[in-house]
Every structure is written in structure tokens, then in C-alpha cells.
């Protein structure tokens, strides 16, 4: 093969290209990193807030790898295939003092009515009958359904806020969302190929070598190619992935 000034150009032209490809996935790969680490931090600092008598927020922290999604599954004791997100919520209902709501007195017994929090509305209601011959009670609890809601939104930064609505008898102590990545996966649908190659022509008793530089588009899957060799061949043709 023999270098002359056309083929160190081809070759340097190659390696140029190829060192910009390698520089620019690394670099791509630093700024994902770079990233992902700010918004761990962000994550990690977030604090919960109140953000009213019923509301509660905090970040959602959907940094988790697939694994360690898996692990915090399994220590919910919850048997999942495939998870996506994983979310804690801990509260406590507040401390109520007041006057019983009901009072009703026979000769043998005394009960007592109460609700929780008040009797409009309730969450919970209690029964207590006492009797007073033997100085024994019985106590009955019922509760009336509730509702605990939770919405994710997107921030302005790309993170994710978790928002909940208990009711305002609740106290949340904790808000825990963790997931893989929720930033969704774009669709590359266009981009630019550029590559070479050499080679051999093998003849009647000769053979010829020579370089090959081939660049075209790719729209989705249909690939549309041009290439020129050192030795004046071109052409352009097109490809579909299957």
C-alpha cells in the first residue's frame, strides 16, 4: 500500500473523525454524571413541608438503579414483578381532648358516646358501656372510610415533587417516593453517520488497495448512504434496520 499525500490525508481525515466521536461520548457521559449528582444532592437535602393543614410535600428521589429499587420492594415484604415506584407515607392522627359527645344512663348501665376528631364527619366513633352492678365495660370502635391521595409533579429543574392530601387529623411525619429514573427515555429518531474503511481489490493478477469513506443520515430506522473510494468509485443506496 503505498501512502501517498491523498491517502495520509484519508487516514488523518479517519482518525480525526474518530477521536471527536470518542471525545464527545465522554464528554456526554461526564455531564450525565455531573447531573445525576446535583440532583442527588438536591434530593438528599429536601426536607418535608407542610404546605397547608391537609398537604404535605418532598422530592421525590428517582435516582434508585434497578436494584436498589428492588431492595426497598422486598423490605415492604411485597411481592412485585417489574417495579416502577415505591412510596412510604407515615402519619399519625392528632391528639384530641374533649367532653364525651353522648351520655345515656339506665339503672344498670352508663355509656358513652364519642367521635374522632367531632361527631361531623367523623373518622372513628366509640362505645363504652359500663355496668354498674358488676363494674364491668365493653368498648366498640368504628371507623368511617378515609382517603389518603398523593400526586407527582414535574419541577422547572426536571426533578420530581411528591404532594399529598390527608385529612387535616392526620399528622405526616414522612413522606418517602423512590423510583428509577422518571425522566423519560427520548427517542433518538435523527442523526449523522460518518466512517471509513480500506481494502483490497483482488483481479485478474493484480491487486489494487484502497480507502473508503462512506457518510449519510439516519431517520428512525432507514439509513440513507453515500461512499467514495480512493480509486473513483461512488454511490448511494439505502438501508432499513428490520
Do not use: C
Not at 108 to 115: E, K, R, S, V, W
Amino acid at each position: 500500500m503505498k501512502l501517498n499525500f491523498k491517502n495520509i490525508l484519508i487516514i488523518a481525515f479517519l482518525i480525526l473523525v474518530a477521536w471527536f466521536a470518542i471525545d464527545e461520548y465522554f464528554d456526554k457521559k461526564k455531564l450525565e454524571k455531573a447531573q445525576i449528582e446535583l440532583r442527588t444532592t438536591k434530593i438528599k437535602n429536601d426536607t418535608l413541608v407542610q404546605i397547608n393543614d391537609r398537604q404535605y410535600t418532598k422530592l421525590v428521589a428517582d435516582t434508585l438503579t434497578e436494584k436498589q429499587l428492588r431492595k426497598k420492594i422486598d423490605s415492604f415484604g411485597i411481592v412485585v414483578k417489574n417495579p416502577v415506584l415505591a412510596q412510604e407515607i407515615k402519619y399519625i392522627p392528632i391528639t384530641v381532648e374533649k367532653p364525651v359527645e353522648k351520655l345515656v344512663k339506665t339503672d344498670t348501665t352508663i355509656t358513652a358516646i364519642d367521635y374522632y376528631p367531632k361527631q361531623e364527619n367523623y373518622f372513628a366513633k366509640h362505645t363504652t358501656v359500663f355496668k354498674t352492678k358488676d363494674l364491668t365495660a365493653t368498648g366498640k370502635f368504628e371507623f368511617q372510610e378515609t382517603s389518603i391521595k398523593l400526586v407527582v409533579s414535574e419541577n422547572e429543574d426536571g426533578t420530581y415533587r411528591a404532594t399529598s392530601d390527608l385529612p387535616k387529623y392526620f399528622n405526616v411525619t414522612s413522606i418517602d417516593v423512590q423510583s428509577q429514573p422518571l425522566v423519560p427515555t427520548q427517542k433518538d429518531r435523527f442523526g449523522f453517520i460518518v466512517g471509513g474503511s480500506l481494502g483490497k481489490e483482488m483481479g485478474a493478477g493484480t491487486e489494487v488497495d484502497f480507502f473508503r469513506l462512506n457518510a449519510g443520515i439516519r431517520f428512525n430506522k432507514v439509513y440513507l448512504m453515500s461512499g467514495v473510494s480512493s480509486d473513483g468509485q461512488l454511490d448511494v443506496g439505502i438501508n432499513i434496520e428490520l
